[in-house]
């Protein structure tokens, strides 16, 4: 700290700082016997050396002034205001004023390596189990705001690793609630809690950053949260290990069981199907022999009363039955001219579906031959 001396015969201070390792440092003038004993006093033209990066903060009754640096000059009530009411007419400006001078480093970049030891993380879906996790990164922050730093902190000597450790411990408690509650939040087993990383950094980052200048007045310019470690070497892992593969097992083998269900059902439903079909083919060859056997017993009938039978009459000509699907129901048999009535009563249109003896499955009305004739609408009439 050098000293000169004024042309009136005073010492006068140069008021600068070097120190390393604070973020808050009290300048104090040298010990001399010939000048006040008061350690805030100050003389009007002392010269004063703010550094790149510093801040050097003037109080008086609460009242400050701030000089940015790089700054290099001589006190005056021109470029210090608050010296104005300091210092008295009847002394011309020389006698020494009370004033406190503090340095604010505001260049320093504080990169803090920080290591939060194994908790316990409870799993989002086996409530009762959780495994130790770990977390490491790094924090980076500067002050970036002066009267703010000075608000919090007031004009107490502060150094770096006292602040570091304050910031590190609210950091840590923060990341630790927001690991802790990731399982539940991402709806994800705390095994693959590591596959969050990249989310759980990002909102610590936005959160922090806010949280960090409201309560330390720091800035800060990156949080890496480098890994979050479940500890594998735990009971309690390996315990959850097993656990989450029965209950995979229990999962695969009810999943396996509903497929099995499913699948007989499709085959009961096919079943049902073929039976019915076979039922349908069966009654129509019962009426086909029914018709023929009434033909049969009238040429007998005719026989037996003395009239002579038609030999020469040529047989019946064969009639084709048809079903109808009606409403999901099969209804039928019908002759062709049956048909032609349905048609008419609107029962039968071109998109029913129809079946007949020899199809192997239903089709549309209007692709049987038999029925085409049944659905041709007339031509326009000529104009």
């Known amino acids: 700290?050098?000293?000169?001396?004024?042309?009136?015969?005073?010492?006068?201070?140069?008021?600068?700082?070097?120190?390393?390792?604070?973020?808050?440092?009290?300048?104090?003038?040298?010990?001399?016997?010939?000048?006040?004993?008061?350690?805030n006093a100050i003389r009007c033209g002392s010269s004063i050396s703010v550094k790149d990066g510093q801040a050097a903060v003037f109080i008086h009754s609460g009242v400050s002034d701030i000089i940015y640096g790089p700054y290099t000059g001589r006190l005056s009530t021109d470029n210090m205001p608050v010296t104005a009411g300091l210092i008295g007419a009847a002394f011309a400006g020389g006698t020494p004023f009370p004033a406190?001078?503090?340095?604010?480093?505001?260049?320093?970049?504080?990169?803090?390596h920080f290591g939060i030891g194994f908790f316990d993380v409870f799993d989002a879906v086996m409530k009762d189990f959780s495994i130790p996790v770990s977390v490491r990164g790094t924090l980076t922050f500067q002050?970036?705001?002066?009267?703010?730093?000075i608000r919090i902190y007031g004009l107490n000597e502060l150094e770096i690793n006292s602040l570091s450790s304050r910031i590190e411990s609210a950091v840590k408690r923060y990341i630790k609630t927001a690991v802790s509650n990731c399982p539940a939040e991402y709806g994800i087993s705390v095994v693959h809690i590591e596959s969050k990383?990249?989310?759980?950094?990002?909102?610590?980052?936005?959160?922090?950053r806010e949280r960090l200048y409201t309560d330390f007045g720091i800035y800060l310019s990156g949080l890496d949260i480098e890994a979050i470690e479940p500890d594998r070497s735990s009971n309690d892992y390996r315990q959850f290990i097993m656990m989450t593969k029965e209950r995979e097992i229990a999962v695969s083998q009810t999943k396996l069981h509903s497929q099995i269900s499913d699948i007989k059902d499709a085959q009961r439903m096919d079943s049902e199907d073929a039976a019915d079909r076979k039922r349908r083919i069966r009654e129509e060859e019962q009426y086909e022999r029914h018709l023929k056997t009434q033909s049969q017993y009238k040429d007998i009938h005719m026989v037996n009363i003395g009239a002579a039978p038609h030999v020469s009459t040529p047989p019946p000509v064969p009639v084709t039955l048809f079903h109808i699907a009606e409403n999901g129901v099969s209804t039928g048999?019908?002759?062709?001219?049956?048909?032609?009535?349905?048609?008419v009563e609107g029962r039968l249109c071109a998109d029913t579906l129809v079946w007949k003896n020899g199809l192997t499955e239903w089709v549309r009305a209007d692709s049987v031959f038999e029925l085409k004739d049944i659905f041709v609408s007339p031509p326009k009439l000529p104009k």
């Open 143 to 149: 002050i970036k705001d002066c009267q703010e730093f």
């Open 197 to 208: 990383l990249n989310e759980i950094n990002i909102r610590c980052e936005a959160d922090l």
């Open 1 to 39: 700290m050098a000293l000169f001396r004024s042309k009136e015969g005073g010492i006068l201070d140069a008021i600068r700082c070097d120190e390393q390792g604070h973020l808050i440092w009290k300048w104090r003038p040298s010990a001399d016997g010939s000048r006040t004993n008061k350690e």
């Open 333 to 343: 048999p019908y002759d062709i001219n049956a048909m032609k009535l349905l048609a």
């Open 100 to 112: 406190e001078v503090y340095f604010v480093d505001l260049s320093k970049v504080i990169q803090i």
